[in-house]
């Protein structure tokens, strides 16, 4: 699993996270399938660019926040 | 053709000749095979993240700069 895919799941996650939203939730938003969400989330699948802007018009953010080299973590 | 895919591969197109590369070298630079990069220019194909990763190491940019929402254009 490349590190690429890796931080685009968990950034996906996080960023589904802070608004409180389920996978499914995320998934109908995002016009996919929720099980493709959990498979991105858990770095188990590669994205194309068009599921990143899916997912970053549905989660309300550039492309670029999906796309961080590092994935924004928390505090602590 | 989704915008994005039209976008991202003028972004493609833009940087490659901001470094007067020529398709040959940046496929080199990438790891990618030329005609992958032609196709990816004329919004043929749909590139993954980690078609995307290799391109921005190659080109030396942020992977955020090959997925503006508008291709960065020139002046006049």
Chains 1, 2 share one sequence.
Do not use: C
């Amino acid at each position: 699993m490349t590190e690429v895919v890796r931080n685009f799941g968990a950034a996906v996650r996080q960023l589904r996270e802070a608004q409180a939203w389920s996978q499914e939730q995320l998934a109908e938003h995002a016009g996919l399938n929720r099980s493709y969400i959990g498979e991105i989330e858990r770095g188990r699948v590669t994205a194309s660019i068009i599921t990143v802007h899916k997912l970053a018009r549905a989660l309300d953010v550039p492309m670029a926040e999906l796309l961080q080299p590092e994935p924004v973590t928390g505090p602590g």
